[in-house]
C-alpha cells in the first residue's frame, strides 16, 4: 500500500477511545506490524498518539487539530500517524512515557512521541496546541520541523534515539542487583511520605493533587504495624478529605481521577475504575477503625455507582468515565444556586450551607458541591440531606450525560473484584460479594484462552496477551474470593495463574516482565516497578504470591516470594517514593499475618473488622478439622480442641497459641504505639 492509499483504519478497532477519531481525516492507522511495516516502507517517521477516552486534553487536541483537514493533511503527508489506547496498550504507553521523561519532559496525556520506522522515539511532548500559546509553539509547526530534520539531520535522529533507548534499556529493563529488603523497609518509607504530605489538606503535595492510594496504603500499614498515631492520623485525614472534597461525587458516589487544586475542591471530572477500586479498600481500613458512618455511606454510595453505571452486560465492569459531556468540562456535575434552589424548595437553604453552594458559586461562577466545610451533621439533617440529594440526582440525571469507555480490563476488574469481596466479608453484604464472583465468572468465562488471560475485552473482541498486573490483579481477586468463601477453586486458579506467570513472564532472576514472551509488537521488554495511580504490576505479582504463600500447600512459594522481594528491592531502592507498591507487597511478605478463626462470636468479629490490616489474611472456619486444613502443622490445637470460639494467629509456619474472646484477640492484633 503506498502513503497515499492509507487511509483512517479506526473504525476496526473495538477502542471506544480509537473508535472517538474513526471519523477524524488523519490516516490513523493502530499500532502493530503492519504500521510499523509502512513506516520502513514510505521511509517516513511515525507519529504516535496515545490517549484514553476519559482525557479532556486528548479531547481538546483532538478538536483543534486531529479534526481540522488542513492539520491533518500535514500529518498524513510527512509521517504514519499511529493511535493506541493507553488503556488497552498500557505497555506501548509505559515505553513511551518513560522516553518521554528521558527527554526531560513532564508526562502526560494525551502523548504525543515521534519515532523512527523501527519504533524507536527521538522526541516527543504532549498537548500541543493549534496556534502558539503559553510559549509552545504550535502543532503544525512542530510537525513540519521535526520532519525536516528528520530527513536533513539524520546524525541528529540516530544520536537522540541512542541515547533514549539506552536509558529505556536501563530503566525499565535491566535485572539490577537484589538486595533483601531491610526490616523497617516500610517504616522508612511511611517516614518519607510523611515529609511531602500536606499537613492542612491532607493528601501528597500541592496541586495537581491524585489519590495516591499506594502511598496512602503505606501510612495505614505502618499504622498498623507500629501504633504511629503520626502515620495513622495522616491516613485518617487524608481519607477523610477525598471523601468530603469536590474529588467526590457527592450525588451519584464515586471519585474523580485527581484534583487540579491543593485543596481537593475542583476534580478533572473523569471517573476511573482503578480510583474507585482502591477508594473503596480505603473506606473499609477508616470504617473499620473508627466506626463511623459516614465512611460506611461513602462505600455504599461508590458500590451503588458502580452499579448502576459501569456494570456491564456479562458481569464485568467498565473502565471509566468521560470528564466532558456537551463539549464542556464538569458540565454534567456542577450546579446553580438557582438550580438547586427551584429542585429542593424548603430544604434548599439547608443543602446550600452544607454542600458550599453559593450565589457566586465556588468554580468559574459555578458550584462543586463539596463538604470540606462541614463533613457530617446530626442524624435528623443528614436524613434531610439525603432525601435533597436523592432529588438531586434524579434531576442531574436528566442532563446529557458523560461518555463510557466500555472496555472490560482484567486488571482494573481485579482491583475492583478484590475491593468488593472484602467489603462485602466485613460489612455483612453478601450481595456484593455476588457481585465480585458474577465479574469474576466474566473474566474467566470471556477473557480467557486456554490458562492465558486476555488484558481487553470490547464488544466481544479480546486483546492479548495480557500483562503482568492482569495476573497480579486476578490473583489477589481469587484469594480475596477465597477468603470471602473458603471455596478451595479459587486458590486452584490462582496457582495456575502463577503457572502462567512462571511460563511466559519470567525474567530468570526471580521477578517478572510486564510483556509476555510472545508480545512481538513490542521496543523491548520491560519491567513495570513504579506506581501509577494503582500499584505495579511487579507489586501487585508481588504481593498475590505473599498472599498465596499463606494458604496454598506449595511449600517453595514462600522462599520464591522471598527471591522476588529481594530481586524488586534491588532495582527500586534507590528511588522508593516512586514505588510505595512495591513496599506495601514487600511488607506483606515479611508480615505474613493470617487470622483462622474457629466459630468466632460475634465480638470476635466485630474485633477482627475493628483491626484491619492489609497484611493480614483472615479465614472462618466452622469445625476443628476445617480449622486444622486451614492452619500450618505448628499450631497448638491440642488448647483449640473444643468447637470454639477460637482464634489462631500465624506468622507464616509458627502460630501463636489460640485467645478464646474478643478481650484476647484484640490484644492479640493491635501493636502498642510507637
Known sequence: MTSSQLTNVLSRSASPYLQQHKDNPVHWQIWGEAALNEAKRSGKPILLSIGYAACHWCHVMAHESFEDPETAAVMNELY??????????????QIYMAALHAMGEQGGWPLTIFLNPDAEPFWGGTYFPKRPSHGRPDFVTVLKSLAKIYHEEPDKISSNTKSIRAHLDQTLADAGTAAQPEEDALARQANGILTIVDRKNGGVGQAPKFPSASMLETLWRHWRNTGSQRSGDTAMQWITSLVTGGIYDHLGGGLSRYCVDAIWLVPHFEKMLYDNAQLIRALLWAHGETGHGMF????????????????????????????????????FYIWDKTEIEAALGDDAALFCTHYDVSDGGNWEGRNILNRLRAPQADQETEARLSDARARLLALRDR?????????ILADWNGLLIRALAEAGSRLGRDDWIKRAQDAYIFVTGSMMTGDRLAHAWCDGVTTYPALASDYGAMINAAVSLYEATLQRSYLDQAMRWLAVLDRHYTDGEGGYFYTADDSTDVLLRTRHEHDD?????????????GRLAMLAPDLELPARASDFAASLWGRVRHIPMAASGALNAIDTIQQSRKLVLLNPAKEMLDVIHSIPDPARIDLIAGTPEEAEMLLPGSADYDSGKTKGPAAYLCRGPVC????FDATGLSSLLRPKAD
Do not use: C, H, Y
Open 80 to 93: 504514519v500517524n499511529i493511535k493506541v489506547d493507553r488503556e488497552e496498550r498500557s505497555d506501548i504507553d
Open 296 to 331: 460506611r455511606t461513602r462505600i455504599e454510595e461508590t458500590v451503588d455507582w458502580l452499579e448502576r453505571e459501569m456494570l456491564m452486560p456479562g458481569g464485568g465492569f467498565a473502565s471509566s468515565l468521560d470528564a466532558d459531556s456537551e463539549g464542556e468540562e464538569g458540565r
Open 399 to 407: 442532563r446529557v450525560r458523560p461518555d463510557r469507555d466500555d472496555k
Open 533 to 545: 495511580a494503582a500499584p505495579s504490576a511487579s507489586a501487585q505479582v508481588l504481593e498475590a504470591m
Open 656 to 659: 501463636l497459641p489460640p485467645v
